[in-house]
């Protein structure tokens, strides 16, 4: 064989004729997302959903809805961010134009494109999306929804703190700066301080508090000043989940403000998720909650006692030491709604569901908002991120609906399925020859050895003992 070279310039095809173009077989996963699409009547769904907000008769065919929810599907499932980056993956590979059902004769959507639409469909056509993938799981006997865990996480937004400003003034924080330093005398009436003396007057003055009653910022002003997991201050949402314990799917998905208590928006947030359910085919599915102690309130408990029939499973917050929580003072509803409520958290079921908790809210959020590119948001204002936020949740359902049906949830869960197959065939080899030369030995002796190594090989090669499901790459 000869060596080929590469041109330094290639003179371009005057004609080419479309079986010369080139072609992809498509991504496995993308091939069964689009089959369950398909088999569902999505496109035709989401057409007649969204033919009202569209012209009859004037203007040029817009994108089909289809290809820009499918678009947006793209962005969770690999892990981007930012629209620019959904439309030039999408442009750049032949599966994902399969996917979209785009030839290589047409361009795919630009970001720009992916913006109109999202401004001209309303923030209920992206909810009824979301309830509709709740309809799948539903008509597959996937959920029962009887159980469910809350918990809430923040997302940052395309906010910096470097353009907040007062409230009442409307001035920066460096004009604020030299404000004060003028009217503590540290410089004169006409002088402008340097970058490093405002950075050491900020760093050493007292008193220094940023607070939401007295600032924002003006390209965002639903964005909250809020201290994050890792110490740092930034603008940021809160986003809750409510997801079902049994079947990991999310069955209630809020954006709020980053400032609002987890026991205010407990309530409204279960009763989004009974909604969807009910919407889904599910009535009267929810019947036990469980959350983490920074829910606990008593008005929150005895509101949920007094308007639904909810057994709720929250623990207390430790009290300080040498000190109980009075109860005299309170209502015979209020004491009713603490007491049973602390009996059941106590509980060994109280226990399990806590565990419970941890594990599938917490997965929940490392898949939509870790490896699916939601934690960062681009977007500004609560509607517009409540319509992202409610796609990245039915893109997550999606996948543990395929990994249910067909074995994998993710595009890149392929990766660490063959890394599995590569750890499990191992693993046999190693089971085999630590049997065989004690093949002769007591049927009781040959079972404990079969349980170790039985044990061994779910512990270490990333199987599941209670469950049918592979663990991918993500590590969930």
Not at 1 to 21: C, I, N, P, W
Not at 22 to 36: A, E, R
Not at 397 to 407: H, M, Q, Y
Request: aromatic share 8%; glycine share 8%; with cysteine.
């Amino acid at each position: 064989m000869a060596l080929g070279r590469r041109k330094k310039s290639q003179q371009q095809e005057l004609f080419v004729t479309t079986d010369s173009l080139p072609t992809s077989d498509g991504h496995v996963f993308y091939s069964k997302l689009n089959q369950l699409l398909a088999d569902e009547g999505f496109d035709q769904w989401i057409e007649e959903l969204c033919v009202s907000f569209y012209s009859p008769s004037r203007g040029r065919p817009g994108i089909p809805p289809g290809v820009y929810f499918r678009m947006l599907l793209v962005g969770y499932f690999e892990g981007i961010q930012s629209q620019r980056g959904i439309a030039w993956r999408c442009a750049d590979s032949l599966s994902l134009r399969k996917f979209l059902g785009i030839p290589l004769t047409e361009s795919t959507p630009d970001h720009s494109s992916m913006t109109h639409i999202r401004e001209r469909l309303p923030q209920s056509v992206h909810e009824a999306v979301f309830e509709w993938v709740l309809r799948i799981a539903v008509s597959k006997k996937l959920i029962r929804g009887k159980t469910v865990a809350v918990d809430s996480t923040t997302l940052e937004a395309d906010a910096a703190m470097k353009s907040i400003v007062r409230r009442d003034s409307g001035e920066d924080w460096r004009n604020y700066l030299i404000g004060l330093m003028r009217a503590e005398g540290v410089i004169g009436a006409d002088e402008q301080p340097t970058v490093e003396e405002l950075r050491r007057f900020d760093k050493n003055r007292e008193g220094k508090r940023v607070s939401n009653e007295d600032w924002k910022n003006p390209s965002d002003p639903d964005a909250k000043i809020i201290k994050m997991k890792d110490g740092t201050t930034h603008l940021a949402y809160k986003a809750e989940n409510v997801v079902d314990t049994e079947s990991n799917l999310i069955v209630g998905a809020q954006i709020g403000s980053a400032t609002a208590s987890d026991a205010v928006t407990l309530e409204d947030s279960l009763h989004a998720a009974q909604a969807h359910l009910e919407n889904a085919g599910l009535s009267d599915a929810i019947k036990e909650v469980t959350a983490d102690k920074g829910y606990h309130s008593t008005q929150t408990l005895t509101a949920l006692t007094e308007h639904t029939d909810y057994k709720t499973y929250i623990p207390e917050p430790k009290q300080p030491k040498g000190r109980r929580r009075n109860l005299r003072d309170r209502t015979l509803k209020e004491r009713r709604a603490l007491l049973n409520n602390r009996k059941r958290a106590k509980g060994s079921k109280g226990r399990e569901l806590q565990r419970l908790r941890s594990e599938k809210v917490e997965r929940s959020f490392a898949h939509t908002l870790e490896s699916g590119g939601g934690r960062r948001t681009r977007l500004r204002g609560i509607e517009k991120n409540q319509k992202r936020y409610f796609i990245l949740t039915a893109a997550y359902n999606l996948g543990v609906i395929l990994r249910l049906l067909f074995g994998i949830g993710t595009a890149r869960g392929l990766q660490g399925l063959k890394k599995a197959f590569a750890k499990a065939f191992l693993a046999a080899l190693w089971l085999l020859g630590w049997l065989l030369p004690n093949i002769m030995v007591t049927q009781k002796h040959l079972g404990k050895k079969f349980r170790l190594c039985r044990n061994y090989f779910c512990r270490n090669f990333m199987l599941t003992t209670k469950s049918r499901e592979v663990i991918f790459s993500t590590g969930c």
